[in-house]
């Protein structure tokens, strides 16, 4: 009940799906908890702050975080969740739908990053813990710009780790595949079921299988593992 | 203390904050003329983030709104506001002037 007791973790997207998950377990393990998100929470622990914000927009990311230094003295860990998802043939992809996804799901968390690597930084100390796709490997047909940012998630990553590790901070990406979550109602379910059966874990994923990574990740014992992908279910 | 000499004090401050991080050998000899980037700096390019990084906090704490200091405007002059603590520091002022009007 106390794996994270002391730190504090900043989670986007934590009203719901995986960031709700992740942000509830944080929570349960000791930890105050920062959500970013668009919307309001019903996430009502003491230990939880939430921030409306919107994540399309980095002037508003720098704004919560000016605000950020006045609630918190640290961060600790961050998990860049949020993400949205138009999945369409290329063709017929409206482009302010994939300008979104390029501003949520890749530019947001660089500016997150980036402005919670500036906490860090004073404590020496940090996980920058990225959620990423199966989209990456799989590359199915509609998901051209949502896998592309995904697979710019870790490579984001990748970078950030070489230029915050002399401050020992860690950035890492959890690719998951699939979650019952509002993200996954989106998809025609015949398709997701399909991909999920073609794997070596041919089943969806659960909370527990995601949670075991960002544990791992986050671990004070995983200081030397960085600028890692690492793939559920047999994606590679 | 005029804002000249607040911000002084923020510039000269996170060069403080770098030597407390830097090893006795590589200590900065800190003063308002102070080379920061270029032939004469002795500051590498991860140490002069750091300094960029402790003022844009520090001004953007003390005058409540994001401030870069990093902006295309900064990069594509002549003479680099990094070229020096008084560069800096005259940059700083500049765009503090726009925020906030002495």
């Not at chain 1, 950035?171 to 699939?178: D, F, G, M, P, Q």
């Not at chain 2, 980037?37 to 994001?66: H, N, Q, R, Y």
């Not at chain 2, 990069?75 to 940059?91: E, K, Q």
Request: overall charge negative.
């Amino acid at each position: 009940m106390d794996l994270y007791l002391g730190k504090t973790a900043l989670v986007t997207g934590a009203t719901r799906g995986v960031g709700r998950i992740i942000a509830d377990h944080f929570l349960n393990e000791g930890a105050t908890v920062v959500g970013f998100a668009r919307g309001e929470s019903s996430l009502a622990a003491a230990a939880y702050h939430h921030v409306q914000v919107d994540l399309a927009d980095p002037m508003a990311i720098q704004k919560a975080f000016l605000g950020l230094h006045k609630q918190v003295t640290r961060l600790d860990i961050v998990v860049n969740n949020a993400a949205v998802l138009t999945s369409q043939y290329a063709m017929i992809m409206p482009p302010a739908a994939a300008q979104a996804m390029v501003n949520v799901n890749l530019l947001a968390p660089f500016i997150v990053s980036r402005e919670a690597a500036k906490f860090m930084r004073k404590t020496k100390w940090g996980r920058i813990i990225n959620i990423g796709s199966m989209a990456v490997s799989l590359e199915p047909m509609g998901d051209s710009v949502y896998a592309a940012t995904k697979a710019g998630l870790s490579t984001l990553a990748n970078v950030m780790a070489k230029e915050f590790g002399p401050m020992n901070v860690t950035c890492n990406t959890l690719a998951i595949t699939a979650i019952e979550s509002d993200m996954l109602a989106q998809l025609p379910r015949a398709k997701i079921e399909a991909i999920i059966a073609s794997l070596p874990a041919p089943r969806f994923a659960t909370p527990a299988d995601i949670l075991n990574v960002v544990d791992f990740f986050a671990a004070e014992a995983s200081s030397y593992v960085t600028a890692q992908t690492v793939f559920l279910g047999g994606v590679n | 203390m005029d804002r000249r000499d607040e911000v002084l004090a923020i510039v000269l401050g996170a060069l403080e904050n770098l030597n407390a991080e830097l090893d006795e050998a590589d200590q900065i000899q800190i003063g308002p003329t102070t080379p920061l980037f270029g032939d004469d700096a002795t500051l590498d390019s991860l140490s002069l983030v750091s300094v960029i990084v402790d003022v844009e906090t520090a001004l953007t704490m003390k005058w409540d709104a994001p401030i870069s200091l990093t902006d295309d405007r900064a990069m594509s002059r002549a003479i680099s506001p990094f070229d020096s603590v008084g560069t800096l520091t005259d940059y700083v002022l500049e765009l503090l002037q726009e925020i906030s009007p002495a």
